[in-house]
């Protein structure tokens, strides 16, 4: 299986395949940025099958590094997938997760379809 774009709601999208080299540390976004930019996508569609054993352990800083390189390069970035056991371990996580996806930069969904609702959603609001 292959990386894919689609457009969604006027929006190029890459989503990632869910498997290959995953996200261990800061410099591995620089790849995943590469191919966003190679596909002229706006928006990284990263399955959590392709995040690190501590990425989504916040105290690593990680997860907020890989993060912001996305932001620098005015990237939105959705990591797909079920994360609710580590979510439901860690307050912290809970709350960056629930606060992330109240906005319109990164967000946790767990199913595909969320991606494409929240994409057409937006088109339709107001920018925040």
Same mark, same amino acid.
């Given at each position: 299986?292959?990386?894919? &774009?689609?457009?969604?709601?006027? #929006? &190029?999208?890459?989503?990632?395949?869910?498997?290959?080299?995953?996200?261990?540390?800061?410099?591995?976004?620089?790849?995943?940025?590469?191919? !966003?930019?190679?596909?002229?996508?706006?928006?990284?569609?990263?399955?959590?099958? #392709?995040?690190?054993?501590?990425?989504?352990? *916040? #105290? &690593?800083?990680?997860?907020?590094?890989?993060?912001?390189?996305?932001?620098?390069?005015?990237?939105?970035? !959705?990591? *797909?997938?079920?994360?609710?056991?580590?979510?439901?371990?860690?307050?912290?996580? #809970?709350?960056?997760?629930?606060?992330?996806?109240?906005?319109?930069?990164?967000?946790?969904?767990?199913?595909?379809?969320?991606?494409?609702?929240?994409?057409?959603?937006?088109?339709?609001?107001?920018?925040?």
């Amino acid at each position: 299986m292959r990386d894919r &774009t689609e457009i969604i709601a006027g #929006r &190029t999208v890459l989503f990632f395949n869910p498997q290959g080299s995953v996200l261990s540390k800061p410099a591995d976004a620089n790849d995943f940025i590469g191919e !966003v930019w190679g596909q002229n996508a706006e928006i990284a569609v990263i399955p959590v099958s #392709r995040l690190g054993p501590d990425f989504l352990q *916040l #105290r &690593t800083k990680l997860a907020g590094e890989v993060i912001q390189k996305f932001v620098n390069y005015q990237i939105r970035l !959705v990591f *797909l997938g079920d994360i609710s056991k580590a979510v439901e371990s860690s307050t912290a996580l #809970r709350d960056f997760v629930y606060e992330s996806n109240r906005g319109r930069v990164v967000w946790f969904l767990p199913h595909e379809e969320e991606v494409r609702q929240k994409l057409i959603i937006g088109t339709h609001s107001s920018p925040s």
